[in-house]
């Protein structure tokens, strides 16, 4: 069996970025990935726009070049696979992950398939994408229940609850309209997110002010059937059937907590947040390093590709026994 120098689990952006570091260091890696590669990003709507730059979500030195100030989802998807091929790096796709054991100096990567691969440093770039949160309600599993909006398309005609009232919800609440879909949000809190995109707020809210997409805010939605939901109001107290052809739980992901279990790496009970060296993100198990938003534990909106590609250039020069390079993007924001 080969013996590499770092496995490296998940082929997002993040987990990108630390195979190119090993390969610049002369390290033979192997990069495992559940599905395919920049799986999430593929998974995202269809016509998403990136927040960040195209500069701020470049990896390995190799420029981003595109007409507009923000690349959309297939020219990140064209971007990343190019610059995978570009640094040769070594993939073993649709192949996930279920445990890492460590030997003595040696881990093993344990695959739900049954395969093993063994590796002197592990590093674990899983994000969040894969772990919708849920709400722990009747019906929530129902096959016209879902936690991803890919496109307005399917769903012109009908009505259309989403459940949340951050960027996902605005931006699919918006386009949904704009493709004649009978819209409502239901959110528990008074408002919309303050982290909503700044240009979104006022298009949402003159929609509102317009009647055409409609909002129930300081809201619970208590249990969804087929075609109907009921929502509490918190306010009031008081609880209706809404109509609902379609429910988007448009509520937010966590990392796969469990998953870090099962690899020996300890989590703070409350948030998640495994417990990591903020220089080197090494975690409480020698050898197994935190690269990305899956440090952020349930606060995933303070890590993401602008900040997270970075934590590869530091975890590789402690794997090379180099200077680590500081890393602007620590825990302590969180």
Known sequence: MKLYDVVIIGAGPCGLAAGIEAAKAGLSHLILEKGSITESIRRYPKRMRFFSTAENIEIGGIPFPISEVKANRSEALQYYRKVAGYYHLNFKLFTEVAQVVKQDAIFEVQTVGGETYQARKVIIATGYFDFPRKLGIPGENLPHVSPYYDEPFQYSFSKVVIIGAANSAVEAALEMYRHDVDVTIVHRGEDFRPTVKYWLVPDVKNRIKEGKIKTKFNSLIKAIEPKRILV?????????????????????????????????????????????????????????????????????????IENGRDHAVAIIDHIAGREVRKVKELIDRI
Not at 262 to 278: A, K, N, Q, Y
Not at 295 to 304: D, Q, S
Request: glycine residues 10%; hydrophobic residues 40%; charged residues 20%.
């Open 232 to 304: 509490d109001n918190l306010l009031t107290g008081e609880e209706e059937w809404m109509e609902a052809d379609f429910v988007f739980m448009l509520i937010g992901y966590i990392p796969d907590g469990a998953l870090l279990q099962r690899c020996g790496i300890e989590l703070r009970e409350s948030t998640m947040i495994p417990v990591f060296d903020p220089e080197t993100f090494e975690t409480n198990v020698p050898g197994l390093y935190l690269c990305g938003t899956v440090i952020a534990g349930i606060h995933t909106e303070k890590v993401f």
